[in-house]
């Protein structure tokens, strides 16, 4: 019902920019929040920032003042703007959608339905 695919990830040294979009397919896009975790080698999947269904954000305390999430409902698309990014940055960054309506940004994997199939950043130093 709902596919998401990742884009834009990329080499960059640090210190540099650079923005992953998500493009989505299907009704849920807008029913439910956004988000976009990251998972480096050897380490668990991670939460990185979401987006609700009417534009709230949340950042992970390690990217806040670095990243951006912005989502435009129209367009079916998520975006992740990342500044200043540092080395340890460096992972697959992975899409996730889901599917119910709910007033708080979730946090953990369990709370989304849908993922994409990432899109890997590496940060060199």
């Known amino acids: 019902q709902v596919q998401l695919v990742e884009s834009g990830g990329g080499l960059v040294q640090a210190g540099g920019s650079l923005r992953v979009s998500c493009a989505a397919s299907g009704r849920t896009f807008s029913s439910g929040g956004m988000a976009w975790f990251r998972q480096a080698p050897g380490k668990e999947r991670e939460f990185v920032s979401g987006i609700s269904k009417f534009g709230s954000t949340l950042l992970a305390d390690s990217v806040k003042g670095r990243f951006t999430i912005s989502r435009d409902n129209a367009k079916n698309t998520v975006s992740l703007q990342m500044n200043s990014l540092k080395p340890d940055d460096t992972a697959v960054y992975y899409c996730?959608?889901?599917?119910?309506?709910?007033?708080?940004?979730?946090?953990?994997?369990?709370?989304?339905?849908?993922w994409g199939q990432g899109t890997r950043v590496t940060v060199s130093s």
């Open positions: 996730a959608a889901r599917s119910t309506y709910t007033g708080v940004i979730l946090t953990t994997p369990h709370g989304y339905d849908y």
